[in-house]
């Protein structure tokens, strides 16, 4: 079945700086990566995602790289602020099969 | 509009009893997943259900646990025999269709702790 890695586990960066979680997938057939944002005490919240026919996808500050043939994924995140800090889960999906979630990164940004 | 929410937020209860987890997802959403979240990790799913069908069990770690939905809205996860490595955070979401692929809004979660 399909497995996700999601790296690094934490990270901290500067406010105004950027910030870059990277994930790899195992299943080619995989076609569907969202990215959730958790806050402390609420449940995931999706901030963006890509299909696997395009390879870039892009909202305001957030943006997400999709490279099908090394099988990894990538969300950035430019002019970091104090309210980005929070865990963010990548997911991979085919067609018919559950969401299968990254470790997850907790990401601080410093003031 | 009220977003998925989940009831008890908090519960703790002692080895052996059993507990029931209640999920309301967002009216008109015809797909509700169940997941665990143990301290630090990421999102482990548990079941799905496309109305008030099980397609997807495959996650329940055993059969200690079950679940069931009615009238194709509220879901309820029930672990019996509790044990303490069944103490975590239980998600649950709902999406407009169901069949993978499809923005899921997630409920706050239920915190389990068992002593």
């Known amino acids: 079945g399909e497995n996700v890695e999601q790296h690094p586990s934490t990270l901290s960066v500067q406010e105004g700086d950027s910030a870059v979680i990277k994930c790899t997938y195992s299943d080619s057939a995989s076609n569907y990566f969202p990215w959730y944002k958790q806050e402390l005490g609420k449940g995931p919240q999706l901030i963006i995602d890509?299909?696997?026919?395009?390879g870039e996808k892009k909202d305001q500050r957030i943006a997400v790289t999709l490279n099908k043939t090394a099988k990894h994924f990538s969300l950035h995140i430019t002019e970091t602020q104090p309210e980005d800090s929070a865990v963010y889960f990548c997911a991979a999906s085919k067609w018919r099969q559950n969401f299968v979630f990254g470790p997850g990164t907790r990401l601080s940004v410093l003031p | 509009g009220a977003g998925v929410s989940q009831s008890p937020s908090n519960k703790v209860t002692e080895k052996g009893k059993d507990v029931e987890l209640r999920c309301d997802p967002i009216s008109g959403h015809t797909a509700l997943y169940w997941y665990r979240q143990s301290l630090g990790q990421g999102l482990e799913f548990l079941i799905y259900f496309q109305g008030n069908s099980a397609p997807d069990k495959s996650g329940l770690p055993s059969d200690r646990f079950s679940a069931e939905r009615t009238g194709g809205s509220v879901s309820t996860l029930t672990i019996q025999r509790t044990q303490q490595e069944d103490s975590a955070v239980y998600l649950c979401a709902s999406s407009l269709v169901g069949g993978s692929q499809e923005t899921q809004y997630f409920g706050p979660g239920t915190r389990l702790l068992v002593l």
């Open positions: 890509i299909r696997s026919n395009v």
